[in-house]
């Protein structure tokens, strides 16, 4: 049976999950909440109900399950009143502005007996898949560094997201995406330190890109940048890996492999480089190395929706965790606290 839904906050995200919700064979669309009335309107325009306020939302005991898709910084007071009426949660990324607040979320959802989650939507994401399969599969052998990428040209978007006061910034819209797929990929790995730093060009209140290193006690490497100022950009992800290298070029090309077979050192020829001989950047040929693509992997982002209706019934356990909530919000405040010391820090957690 389909579980009653409602959507707070009808922009950009908001207007995703309704549609997404209309077409979908495990939720049945109550409505909506924003606190501008002119989306509401918009909603009611497109046939959508629209509730006249956030305590009509609330005291809808058809209501069983409600995703918030509103600006970060009043994450916590909504996500608290939804589970403190009863309802199951589903928050927007980043689910919080500090790890004080996600605990609070978190008790909450504890006392109330609802589930609280939040929409990491970009585990559906193909080339993040494809890199996640290979990796599982140790097809190459054990990641030793993995660089994720996103690049744009536009700076940030001119609204909330470029204000401190609201939870604005790359670390945070873009950054809890990059982060929670690679510690996905380094699921058994211990994190040692954290390195950050952020970029100004655009905007001078919120950092509008970053370069982030986490380094793990067994001395693997996770690479995340952001930016939003570069006309050419490079690879969404490169991974090297102990018995070869993948790279996918943006997301949606194959990924490329190439698997080492035999080092056959003795037996490299140097090549002419511009100015002199090399060995050691000689390329390598089909007797050392395989070359192939892997085909993009299939993905259906509303299984996120399946599995937690199934959380809900009791059938399954939510494939968003608290514990991956509660990583990724500590490495989100480990960078800020890094890129703000200049240094690299040690994690703890």
Excluded at 35 to 48: P, V
Excluded at 292 to 305: A, G, T
Aim: hydrophobic share 40%; charged share 25%.
């Amino acid at each position: 049976m389909k579980k009653k839904f409602a959507v707070i906050g009808y922009g950009g995200m908001g207007s995703w999950h309704v549609n997404h919700a209309l077409k979908s064979d495990v939720l049945e669309l109550c409505g909506i909440w924003d606190i501008d009335i002119k989306k509401r309107d918009l909603a009611k325009s497109r046939g959508i109900y629209a509730y006249g306020s956030l305590e009509e939302l609330l005291n809808d005991k058809s209501v069983e399950l409600i995703t918030i898709a509103i600006p970060n910084d009043v994450h916590l007071e909504v996500v608290l009143a939804c589970l403190n009426a009863g309802k199951n949660v589903i928050c927007e990324k980043p689910v919080a502005l500090s790890s004080g607040d996600l605990e609070k979320m978190i008790e909450c959802a504890n006392k109330n007996g609802k589930i609280f989650t939040v929409h990491q939507n970009r585990r559906w994401d193909v080339d993040y898949l494809a890199i996640q399969g290979l990796a599982d599969s140790g097809e190459i052998g054990k990641p030793i560094r993995i660089e994720s990428r996103i690049h744009g040209s536009r700076g940030i978007p001119s609204d909330w997201r470029g204000t401190k006061a609201q939870g604005g910034g790359m670390i945070l819209d873009w950054g809890i995406h990059l982060i929670d797929q690679l510690m996905l990929v380094y699921k058994d790995e211990v994190i040692d330190t954290i390195n950050c730093t952020v970029t100004n060009i655009t905007n001078k209140e919120v950092d509008d890109g970053f370069y982030l290193t986490i380094t793990f006690k067994s001395g693997a490497v996770a690479f995340v940048e952001v930016g939003t100022y570069n006309f050419i950009p490079l690879p969404r992800f490169y991974m090297k890996a102990e018995n070869g290298t993948a790279i996918i070029e943006d997301w949606q090309k194959k990924t490329k492999v190439a698997k080492c077979k035999h080092w056959h050192e003795s037996e490299v020829i140097p090549v002419q480089t511009a100015a002199g001989l090399t060995k050691t950047m000689a390329p390598r040929d089909s007797i050392t190395m395989d070359e192939y693509e892997v085909d993009i992997p299939k993905s259906d982002v509303h299984d996120f929706y399946r599995n937690i209706v199934k959380a809900i019934d009791g059938e399954s356990t939510q494939i968003v965790t608290h514990d991956q909530m509660r990583l990724d919000m500590k490495i989100m405040e480990y960078a800020f606290k890094s890129a703000e010391l200049n240094q690299t820090v040690k994690f703890e957690y």
